[in-house]
T-cell receptor, first 114, second 112 residues
Framework: EPEVTQTPSHQVTQMGQEVILRCVPI?????FYWYRQILGQKVEFLVS????????KSEIFDDQFSVERPDGSNFTLKIRSTKLEDSAMYFC????????????FGPGTRLTVT | QKEVEQDPGPLSVPEGAIVSLNCTYS??????FMWYRQYSRKGPELLMY????GNKEDGRFTAQVDKSSKYISLFIRDSQPSDSATYLC????????????FGGGTRLMVKP
């Protein structure tokens, strides 16, 4: 069964450093998303992406964040200057045309900012 | 008022019991309703997806949506120890961004 994959599974970085989180969505999916989950809290929407453009973004997704689809398979989330409060699980998700609300999540990247 | 609320639990039931999990929400514009299962430190796994009001059944799982009450439910029949997980409800408007709004999750423990 096709699935969303994410790398790395765990990333440790120092405050102020840039990190790039990588995702490979399900191959025939056209809609891509990033969510995050701070330990013990709700899963929160960050951004949605379709046709090489951001469709929607939350208040969390400020100028420190950016997304990119650098090739036909990868989807990345970049945090330019990490803060302690960016420590969380980051989940990538994807959905297909005609079933856009059925979002399939990857296993997540645990980001720890020290 | 929080947009989507769930009782965090934990809910502990014996194997074979019928489990009822619920969410309430405040935004009447939500149109699509999902249930996800999340095992500890894993990604959410889509279980059920319902549009508007009504029931939907898939194996041991039944999802119900009552838009007039802003209340959704997930029923699990013949619960198994492998069903032990956190169950998240999520919902979305029918718009271009497809942003999911999640509840905080209910932790379920099914004891053998």
């Amino acid at each position: 069964e096709p699935e969303v994959t994410q790398t790395p599974s765990h990333q440790v970085t120092q405050m102020g450093q840039e990190v790039i989180l990588r995702c490979v969505p399900i191959s025939n999916h056209l809609y891509f998303y990033w969510y995050r989950q701070i330990l013990g809290q709700k899963v929160e929407f960050l951004v949605s992406f379709y046709n090489n453009e951001i469709s929607e973004k939350s208040e969390i997704f400020d100028d420190q964040f950016s997304v990119e689809r650098p090739d036909g398979s990868n989807f990345t989330l970049k945090i330019r200057s990490t803060k302690l409060e960016d420590s969380a699980m980051y989940f990538c998700a994807s959905s297909e045309r005609g079933r856009v609300n059925e979002q399939y999540f990857g296993p997540g990247t645990r980001l720890t900012v020290t | 008022q929080k947009e989507v609320e769930q009782d965090p639990g934990p809910l502990s039931v014996p194997e074979g019991a019928i489990v009822s999990l619920n969410c309430t929400y405040s935004n009447s514009a939500f149109q699509y309703f999902m249930w996800y299962r999340q095992y500890s430190r894993k990604g959410p796994e889509l279980l059920m997806y319902t549009y508007s009001s009504g029931n939907k059944e898939d194996g041991r799982f039944t999802a119900q949506v009552d838009k007039s009450s802003k209340y959704i439910s997930l029923f699990i029949r013949d619960s198994q120890p492998s069903d032990s997980a956190t169950y998240l409800c999520a919902m979305t408007l029918n718009n271009a961004g497809n942003m999911l709004t999640f509840g905080g999750g209910t932790r379920l423990m099914v004891k053998p």
